[in-house]
Nanobody, 117 residues
């Protein structure tokens, strides 16, 4: 069994910052990619940012230059630093990890980020 625990969501004013964390535990041999998705009310879930085991990163165009993804392999934890937040960033943010060697994806339960104007 693999468990993901997210933290760091909350209410922030536009222009503010938040840092999300997602810690994985359980039957983990190694983690390949880690990432964050978000889902706003009435919209589909979308990829926000991802990071490979080698440290390569990928971002949605809407967050480039404002969000930074990082990981601590020793702690099986992925972070999302979110700066210059906008009301349109309001969503439930989900972390995802892909394990080695089975290639299975595991999702967190989500953490709500609300940005007020």
């Amino acid at each position: 069994q693999v468990q993901l625990v997210e933290s760091g969501g909350g209410l922030v004013q536009a222009g503010g910052s938040l840092r999300l964390s997602c810690a994985a535990s359980g039957s983990i041999f190694s983690i390949n990619a880690m990432g964050w998705y978000r889902q706003a009310p009435g919209k589909q879930r979308e990829l926000v940012a991802a990071i490979t085991s080698g440290g390569s990163t990928n971002y949605a165009d809407s967050v480039k230059g404002r969000f930074t993804i990082s990981r601590d392999n020793a702690k099986n934890t992925v972070y999302l630093q979110m700066n210059s937040l906008k009301p349109e960033d309001t969503a439930v943010y989900y972390c995802i990890i892909r394990l080695v060697p089975d290639g299975m994806d595991y999702w967190g339960k989500g953490t709500l980020v609300t940005v007020s104007s």
